[in-house]
């Protein structure tokens, strides 16, 4: 159970922005640092899962492509001048589409749509939070990476995988390069989650689904609230020596040498 007392909110007063917060480990994120004392701005481009994340947990909903340069800074700005801070950036928002698959299938266009929503966003979801952060002197920027970023994933979606690299190393650049300006920037990289997103992809291949949670050690995927827990701790001051990070939540996948039976 998440503790909300006094002691356990360790981001009261802090403003939290989060991308894809209507679903997923969005959503479980936007509920466990409003919980945590966060002022969450929730931004999605499903205005009703957004507007119903922001209701749940009492902060503000902003549509947003996360594509979109202007969006992305209008985004940020309002973060801002509504809560007077941007003290945390969950750059969550991410697509894994069925039609990128082996490199031998995917196409171009599935490649570039991809990098996209889950590369190009984060560099511009970083490039429009630091500004605010280095007039504050603190920050915490939080990337979605994978797994997939530091080994090579049993079932290949290459742009979803190259994607993820892409975002991994970015976030060890700015965690260096903003260090001594009081901010934090690391790559979450969670194994595979149990999310409608999960569940849509492996209900329509189930030997997908078989193959890769066989090398879970666990043999279970990630619940949403359990990414969320990492989240929030990067997000604290409890992470202040945490900084330009792979910080893996993958239930032992990174370190199995031989697959479980």
Wanted: charged content about 25%; overall charge negative.
């Amino acid at each position: 159970m998440t503790d909300t007392t006094a002691a356990g909110r360790r981001l009261a007063g802090r403003t939290a922005v989060i991308t894809g917060a209507g679903g997923g480990i969005g959503l479980a994120t936007a509920r466990r640092l409003a919980a945590e004392g966060a002022r969450v701005v929730c931004a999605d481009v499903d205005d009703e899962r957004g507007k119903a994340a922001a209701e749940e947990t009492g902060g503000l909903y902003v549509k947003a492509d996360v594509t979109d340069p202007e969006q992305v800074e209008a985004l940020f700005r309002t973060a801002y001048e509504t809560y007077g801070s941007v003290d945390v950036a969950f750059n969550n928002a991410g697509i894994s589409p069925p039609d990128d698959d082996s490199i031998l299938d995917t196409g171009l266009d599935a490649w570039k749509r991809v990098q996209e929503v889950n590369l190009t966003s984060v560099y511009l979801c970083c490039k429009a939070a630091l500004p605010y952060m280095r007039e504050q002197g603190r920050g915490s920027i939080i990337n979605t990476a994978s797994f997939v970023a530091v080994m090579g994933a049993a079932t290949s979606q290459i742009s979803y995988t190259a994607s993820k690299g892409g975002v991994l190393a970015m976030s060890r650049e700015l965690g260096v390069q903003f260090a001594r300006e009081g901010i934090r920037v690391n790559a979450l990289c969670p194994g595979p989650v149990n999310t409608p997103l999960l569940k849509e992809l492996f209900a329509k291949d189930p030997e997908r689904a078989r193959r890769r949670l066989v090398h879970v050690p666990g043999g279970r995927f990630a619940e949403p609230e359990e990414i969320a827990a990492a989240v929030a701790f990067l997000a604290s001051d409890d992470a202040s020596f945490v900084n330009a990070s792979e910080f893996l939540v993958d239930g032992g996948i990174s370190g199995a040498y031989v697959t479980p039976q």
